[in-house]
C-alpha cells in the first residue's frame, strides 16, 4: 500500500469526528490499486494515478466526502457517485458500515480510473 507520511501527518492533526471514517476510506482507496499513491494538495489528502484521481473534502463533519475530480468521466456504471457538474462526482460515507457497503464499488471506480489514464 502506498501510504505518504505527509498524508499520515495530515491525518494525525485531523481534528474533525470522521476522523476514523477518513483513515478507512484512505485504506480502502490505496487498497484497490497498487498504482494508486497519495499526497496532500489542496489541503486535504488527493489520490493519484496519473492524474488527480479524488481529494477528500476535510471539512464535512457528518460524513467522509471524496471528490473525484473527474468522475463524470470514468467508464462504468457508479451508483454512488453523485452531483451533475461537467467533469467532478463525489462519493459520500456515513459510517464504517455504509463503508463496508460501497467499498466494492469505490474499489471498482478506483481500478476503472487507472486502467483508464493506462489506456490513454
Same mark, same amino acid.
Given at each position: 500500500? /502506498?501510504? +505518504?507520511?505527509? %498524508?499520515?501527518?495530515? #491525518?494525525? =492533526?485531523? !481534528? /474533525?469526528?470522521?476522523? !476514523?471514517? %477518513? =483513515?478507512?476510506?484512505? #485504506? =480502502? ?15 486535504? *489528502?488527493?489520490? %493519484?494515478?496519473? $492524474? /488527480?484521481?479524488?481529494?477528500?473534502? *476535510?471539512? =464535512? ?9 473527474? $468522475?463524470?468521466?470514468?467508464? $462504468? @456504471?457508479?451508483? +454512488? #457517485?453523485?452531483? @451533475?457538474?461537467?467533469? $467532478?462526482? +463525489? ?17 471498482? #471506480?478506483?481500478?476503472?480510473?487507472? @486502467? ?5
Amino acid at each position: 500500500m /502506498n501510504t +505518504s507520511p505527509e %498524508v499520515d501527518a495530515w #491525518l494525525a =492533526a485531523y !481534528d /474533525n469526528p470522521q476522523k !476514523d471514517l %477518513v =483513515a478507512a476510506v484512505r #485504506l =480502502a482507496v490505496l487498497a484497490a490499486d497498487d498504482r494508486v499513491t497519495e499526497c496532500i494538495k489542496w489541503q486535504a *489528502p488527493t489520490f %493519484v494515478y496519473k $492524474g /488527480n484521481i479524488a481529494s477528500f473534502f *476535510p471539512k =464535512a463533519k457528518k460524513h467522509a466526502s471524496l471528490m473525484f475530480h473527474r $468522475g463524470a468521466h470514468i467508464p $462504468g @456504471d457508479w451508483s +454512488s #457517485l453523485e452531483g @451533475d457538474a461537467k467533469d $467532478g462526482r +463525489s462519493m459520500k460515507f456515513k459510517d464504517l458500515a455504509d463503508l463496508a457497503k460501497k467499498q466494492a464499488e469505490l474499489s471498482g #471506480l478506483v481500478k476503472a480510473w487507472c @486502467d483508464m489514464k493506462d489506456a490513454e
